[in-house]
């Protein structure tokens, strides 16, 4: 896997996998496997009817660049907030002074 780039995409009833860079071998659960070994190489695993194919094939349409220019707002770093209490005054809930509570 080293050296090996490759997007997944997770949907309900089917997983599509493509490589970007390097090699794989993509398997089933019971063991049915393909090699994607260039560039643009696709696995699709589907699921219907209890049961499970893997075909490959080349270019699928789907990778991960595309599905971020469409979104960029997936694909960009967040900033979390700071998970510190900023109550003033402190609320004494009995509680360690330097914990947080949380709830609905």
């Not at 070994?37 to 789907?62: F, L, Q, R």
Request: proline share 4%; net charge negative.
């Amino acid at each position: 896997m080293r050296g090996t780039i490759l997007d997944i995409l997770s949907e309900r009833g089917k997983t599509t996998v493509v490589l970007n860079e390097g090699a794989s071998r993509v398997c089933t659960l019971s063991f049915q496997c393909v090699e994607l070994t260039e560039p643009g190489d696709t696995a699709v695993i589907t699921a219907a009817g209890g049961k499970i194919t893997i075909k490959k094939n080349h270019n699928s349409g789907w990778n991960f660049a595309a599905n971020c220019a469409a979104a960029a707002g997936l694909c960009t770093v967040t900033q979390y907030a700071d998970a510190t209490p900023t109550a003033t005054p402190v609320v004494d809930d009995g509680s360690d002074p330097t914990g947080m509570l949380c709830g609905r």
